[in-house]
């Protein structure tokens, strides 16, 4: 059954550094997203992408986040200058349409020290 | 706005029980979308359910059913005969109908906890 795969699956950095976080969506999607969920919380919105520009994008997604489509299979998410309340679990999603059910990937844990 | 609200933090039931979790959702839009996530143990999240605004019908998949009712805007999802295997974290979410990809709005989640 195809499904989103991240890497890593948890990922050490220290503050101030800059961090990528990768994803590899199901084959035929057209969508992409990024949630984020701090430890306990909800899931939160960060950013949706289709036809390699972003389509939507939360307050929380400011300028130290990034968003790239390097090839036909990867889809990144970059923090550019990481602080201690980025730690959370990411999570990749991607749909075939934009009204469809959005399939996630096992999620990156993102620890700031 | 849009928001979803599962009142319910936390839920222990003895396995072989039934039970349900809650979720009431707000909305401006007429079309919208409604699911159900897992978040097992492990942390990823599995998509359960997705449900049209239009579509009132009740669902049943197994052990798994759930209640969509329009006019206490509430879409309540059932577990009959609760599993260990059950134990997770549920997520009720909501997406607003757009031309383009509607992100989801989640609730804070029920922790449910099945006791053998």
């Known amino acids: 059954e195809p499904e989103v795969t991240q890497t890593p699956s948890h990922q050490v950095t220290q503050m101030g550094q800059e961090v990528i976080l990768r994803c590899v969506p199901i084959?035929?999607?057209?969508?992409f997203y990024w949630y984020r969920q701090i430890l306990g919380q909800k899931v939160e919105f960060l950013v949706s992408?289709?036809?390699?520009?972003?389509?939507?994008k939360s307050e929380i997604f400011d300028d130290q986040f990034s968003v790239e489509r390097p090839d036909g299979s990867n889809f990144t998410l970059k923090i550019r200058s990481t602080k201690l309340e980025d730690s959370a679990m990411y999570f990749c999603?991607?749909?075939?349409?934009?009204?469809?059910?959005?399939?996630f990937g096992q999620g990156t844990r993102l620890t700031v020290v | 706005a849009q928001k979803v609200t599962q009142a319910q933090t936390e839920i222990s039931v003895v396995e072989k029980e039934d039970v349900t979790l809650d979720c009431v959702y707000e909305?401006?839009?007429?079309?919208?979308?409604l699911f159900w996530y897992k978040q097992p143990p492990s942390g990823e999240l599995v998509f359960l359910i997705r449900?049209?605004?239009?579509?009132?019908q009740n669902e049943i998949s197994g052990r798994y059913s759930w209640n969509f009712q329009k006019s206490t805007s509430s879409f309540n999802f059932t577990i009959t005969a609760s599993q260990v295997v059950d134990s997770a974290v549920y997520f009720c979410?909501?997406?607003?109908?757009?031309?383009?990809?509607?992100?989801?709005?989640f609730g804070k989640g029920t922790r449910l906890s099945v006791i053998a």
């Open positions: 999603a991607s749909s075939a349409r934009g009204d469809s059910e959005a399939f």
């Open positions: 084959s035929n999607h057209l969508y």
């Open positions: 992408f289709y036809n390699n520009e972003i389509s939507e």
């Open positions: 909305t401006r839009d007429t079309t919208y979308y």
């Open positions: 449900r049209n605004s239009f579509d009132e």
């Open positions: 979410a909501l997406s607003e109908f757009d031309s383009g990809n509607t992100p989801l709005v």
